[in-house]
């Protein structure tokens, strides 16, 4: 089963450590080693985001405002057995140590 671990954190009460670069280096060494891994991705910071709604027209603003708190830094996309397992990634995620990692089940369309 794919699940999509997004990892986020609110940057105005914290961020990532000067050090982190290699506890992400080894998760992600974790993660391919075990046969786990599908797709990983960081994101720019949310100042280089666009932010679209569509209601009554079309509205596209620069940065994410509107949307306060947490924002998504990235994602990790993994291969396992079942939710358990999914979230005893999420658990080691560097980002889980001061942010938060979302747990979510990726829809298989091909049946």
């Not at 794919?2 to 992600?28: H, M, R, S």
């Not at 397992?85 to 938060?100: C, D, V």
């Amino acid at each position: 089963m794919k699940f999509a671990l997004l990892y986020q954190y609110d940057p105005t009460q914290t961020g990532p450590a000067d050090d982190e670069v290699q506890d992400w280096l080894e998760f992600d060494k974790q993660v391919r080693d075990a046969g786990a891994f599908v797709y990983e991705a960081g994101f720019h910071g949310v100042d280089a985001a666009r932010r679209v709604t569509v209601r009554d027209g079309v509205s596209a603003a620069e940065g994410v405002s509107g949307r306060p708190g947490e924002v998504i830094a990235g994602l990790y996309v993994v291969d396992v057995a079942d939710l358990d397992a999914a979230t005893a990634l999420a658990e080691q995620l560097p980002t889980a140590r001061y942010g938060a990692v979302e747990v979510r089940e990726v829809v298989d369309y091909a049946g």
